[in-house]
């Protein structure tokens, strides 16, 4: 199958398994929001389907394990947006997104046409075009966040991971980056993000899996996943329920003490 696999996937950091058990099939064409407590391994799980940490069980892309493909095969199809990622030094914008071309590079560095393509599609996608010569270093926290998000989209990966998208961004745009990684799964990718504005996460995704102490307690549509009682007994929430586009929409109203 063209989709993403995890067989009973498990994380351990030092003597604690962060992540037991994550069984998914995530079809071509999905946008997945993982949602959960501060602390649930959300992070690991991520950072597990990236290669990034060290895991049990198996993860496949399209049949294959990814185990066993070398480093840059693996970032070819799957690119990964870490929580706070940064370039500490001041590469101009521009450069910057074309660091996401690397695992498609030429052996001598040398920029391809599809590389320019690619790079200019990002800046443009991400409204990047007027930073574009300004060195990184010199933007804001949140216009950062939308060079490493167009980093990642540079790379035209079949997967996006994503830890936290849209935490350093003003609301409109958070919207915007919401709407662009729906349109990934709308053209065939598959997008994994980490989500903790749940109302976010129940306008724009397909499919939401709750995690809590590393397992996954609810994984469906954002409306049949998200009912009061799981956002009363994961989340400790009392929530309003609103409609946005003809979806149904929780939005946190007060704590539950406990
Ligand atoms: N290096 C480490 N060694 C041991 N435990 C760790 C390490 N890093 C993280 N942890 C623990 O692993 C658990 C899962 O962390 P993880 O970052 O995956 O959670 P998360 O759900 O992404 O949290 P958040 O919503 O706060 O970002 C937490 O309990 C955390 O304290």
Redesign the pocket.
């Given at each position: 199958m063209s989709g993403l696999v995890l067989e009973n996937v498990g994380?351990r950091?030092?003597r604690?398994a962060?992540?037991e058990a994550v069984s998914l099939v995530v079809p071509a064409g999905t946008f997945l929001a993982i949602v959960?407590?501060?602390?649930?391994?959300?992070?690991?799980?991520?950072?597990a389907i990236a290669g990034l940490t060290r895991s049990d069980g198996v993860i496949r892309l399209g049949g294959t394990d990814l185990a066993r493909l070398p480093a840059e095969a693996r970032a070819r199809r799957l690119a990964y947006l870490p929580?706070r990622a940064e370039v500490a030094w001041a590469l101009p914008v521009r450069d910057a997104v074309a660091l996401g071309r690397l695992p498609h590079g030429d052996p001598f560095g040398r920029p391809t046409a599809a590389d320019a393509q690619a790079v200019a599609r990002a800046l443009d996608r991400l409204d990047l075009g007027a930073f574009a010569d300004r060195p990184v270093t010199a933007l804001s926290g949140g216009e950062r966040a939308r060079v490493m998000l167009a980093r990642v989209l540079a790379t035209e990966t079949q997967v996006i991971l994503a830890?936290?998208p849209t935490a350093a961004l003003d609301p409109a745009q958070q919207l915007g980056v919401l709407e662009l990684l729906r349109a990934v799964g709308v053209a065939g990718g598959i997008v994994v993000a980490?989500l903790?504005d749940l109302t976010l996460a129940a306008r724009f995704a397909d499919r939401i899996v709750v995690?809590d102490a590393?397992r996954i307690v609810a994984d469906g549509p954002p409306a049949t996943v998200l009912t009061d009682r799981l956002l009363a007994d994961v989340f400790r929430l009392r929530c309003a329920i609103t409609e946005i586009d003809g979806r149904r929409v929780p939005v946190p109203v007060g704590r539950i003490p406990g």
């Open positions: 994380v950091l030092g604690k962060v992540v959960g407590p501060n602390g649930v391994g959300k992070t690991s799980l991520l950072k929580q830890d936290e980490v903790h995690m590393g």
